[in-house]
């Protein structure tokens, strides 16, 4: 089995698993130290944490894919949520082989055809069953494919195997060939109590003491990243042998976070609007961005409403110019937002406050992402409906779709037939049954 080196730890385990270059049960050398991420790689499906349905739906289409009309699924989720990790976890336990490839790797039909195209008709070692994943997919959709695409949807309709596909979003118009033929499994976002209970047991199977307190702390930090909750985590651990507050010091935050909390400090701290507008000089994120992290720590440092009310207003009237550039591209309106984001805000209030206070992450973009994610789902099947009706996406949007849920939650027997000639997928057969 070749693992992967993109695929991740949302598990726990006792053995120390192979890396690509290390055979698996051999000593690592005294130079070498093994990263947590690779040491806790999973052998069972049981070990992944917060996905089960997903794992389940995955575990039974490649177990019944020779009986399945459709010979390809796409998973999908964003990063850190295992989707990578769960494939090898499963192959394991049918004792399949995997063979992995990183669409970035191929991007033209020719070399598709070369590299999955023989895959796909070669015997797999020792007669054992295949596994054929392409990781992130959506790396075909650029414009250098030459056919990238539509090649990867034909060896779907001859591929003996299963083809397992990942990516962020499916949603995307250059994955819809690909995605008629296919299944589709969301793989959903980590929340931080399930990142605190892979970092406990981690830390439990290292046994170096800890607090649970600074263990949250670091969940919450990684935003829904498994891999990178462990990366810090055994940071951590090298620099003081113990997780507690004081030591998640040395850790920090990574480059991006630490430059926005700069950002903020420097904004919420001071009423000079000189200091406050060098803020966004030199920052490393973008504007909206910025803009999203403001709005999530202003009701945190503002605490009279007076000053809040007049923060919010300079950051609604930034987000008036944030909307003109964007439908103008008229770019000299952004001198106005950065000083409305940094001067306007600074200047809102009476006086700095002199309490500390904990900036966090913005939990916006997850919330953007899933909002979006169902959206698109609903626009999916949208776009069948119209195909088959001789109508537009929007006018099926508007009008056929409510009723076609009303008819899905009502009677799902008789609507099997309809989702089969719609060419509808599971997951958006449940969307409208919900």
Same mark, same amino acid.
């Given at each position: 089995m070749i693992w992967s080196s993109s695929a991740l730890p949302v598990f726990l385990n006792n053995h120390i698993p192979s890396t690509n270059n290390h055979k698996r049960g051999e000593s690592l050398p005294r130079c070498m130290s093994l $990263?947590?991420?690779?040491?806790?790689?999973?052998?069972?499906?049981?070990?992944?944490?917060?996905?089960?349905? $997903?794992?389940?739906?995955? &575990?039974?289409?490649?177990?019944?894919?020779?009986? /399945?009309?459709?010979?390809?699924?796409?998973?999908?989720? $964003?990063?850190?949520?295992?989707?990578?990790? /769960?494939?090898?976890?499963?192959?394991?336990?049918?004792?399949?082989?995997?063979?992995?490839? +990183?669409? /970035?790797?191929?991007? +033209?039909?020719?070399?598709?055809?070369?590299?999955?195209? +023989? !895959?796909?008709? *070669? &015997? #797999?070692?020792?007669? &054992?069953?295949?596994?054929?994943?392409?990781?992130?997919?959506?790396?075909?959709s650029g414009q250098k494919d030459r056919g990238g695409m539509a090649a990867l949807a034909a060896l @779907?309709?001859?591929? $003996?195997?299963?083809?397992?596909?990942?990516?962020?979003?499916?949603?995307?118009? *250059?994955?819809?060939?690909?995605?008629?033929?296919?299944?589709?499994?969301?793989?959903?976002?980590?929340?931080?109590?399930?990142?605190?209970? @892979?970092?406990?047991?981690?830390?439990?199977?290292?046994?170096?003491?800890?607090?649970?307190?600074?263990?949250? /702390?670091?969940?919450?930090? !990684?935003?829904?990243?498994?891999r990178a909750a462990i990366n810090d985590l055994q940071t951590v651990h090298a620099f003081q042998k113990k997780v507690d507050r004081k030591s998640l010091e040395v850790l920090g935050e990574r480059d991006s976070h630490e430059s926005i909390k700069d950002v903020l400090i420097r904004i919420f701290k001071t009423t000079d609007a000189d200091i406050a507008r060098a803020a966004l000089w030199n920052v490393k994120e973008n504007i909206d961005e910025v803009m999203l992290w403001i709005d999530e720590n202003l009701p945190k440092e503002y605490r009279k409403p007076d000053d809040l009310s007049r923060a919010y207003d300079r950051l609604s009237r930034a987000d008036v110019f944030r909307g003109r550039i964007r439908r103008w591209q008229h770019w000299g309106y952004l001198v106005y937002m950065n000083a409305l984001l940094s001067a306007g805000i600074a200047t809102a209030k009476d006086a700095r406050y002199p309490s500390f206070t904990s900036f966090t992450q913005t939990r916006r973009l997850l919330k953007l992402w899933m909002a979006n994610q169902k959206?698109?789902?609903?626009? #999916?099947?949208?776009?069948?409906?119209?195909?088959?009706?001789?109508?537009?996406?929007?006018?099926?949007? *508007?009008?056929?779709?409510?009723?076609?849920?009303?008819?899905? &939650?009502?009677?799902?027997?008789?609507? !099997?037939?309809?989702?089969?000639?719609?060419? @509808?997928?599971?997951?958006?057969?449940?969307?409208l049954q919900k």
């Open positions: $990263p947590w991420i690779r040491k806790y790689e999973p052998e069972k499906a049981k070990d992944i944490f917060g996905q089960d349905v $997903p794992l389940a739906r995955l &575990r039974a289409f490649i177990e019944h894919v020779q009986a /399945s009309k459709r010979k390809g699924v796409i998973i999908h989720g $964003p990063n850190g949520c295992g989707k990578t990790v /769960s494939v090898y976890a499963i192959a394991h336990e049918l004792d399949l082989e995997v063979l992995e490839v +990183n669409a /970035s790797d191929f991007r +033209n039909k020719d070399k598709i055809n070369a590299v999955l195209g +023989n !895959a796909l008709h *070669q &015997r #797999s070692l020792f007669g &054992r069953g295949k596994v054929i994943l392409v990781d992130e997919v959506d790396g075909l @779907l309709d001859r591929s $003996p195997y299963p083809l397992v596909m990942t990516c962020a979003d499916p949603y995307i118009r *250059q994955l819809k060939g690909v995605k008629k033929k296919s299944e589709l499994i969301t793989f959903q976002p980590l929340d931080y109590l399930t990142l605190f209970s @892979l970092l406990k047991k981690i830390a439990d199977k290292e046994g170096f003491s800890y607090e649970e307190t600074a263990l949250k /702390s670091l969940a919450r930090m !990684a935003g829904g990243d498994a959206y698109l789902k609903k626009k #999916s099947i949208a776009a069948k409906i119209g195909q088959h009706t001789h109508s537009s996406t929007t006018y099926a949007l *508007q009008h056929a779709v409510p009723y076609f849920r009303q008819m899905f &939650r009502h009677d799902k027997e008789g609507t !099997a037939l309809m989702a089969q000639e719609l060419d @509808l997928v599971q997951e958006e057969i449940d969307w």
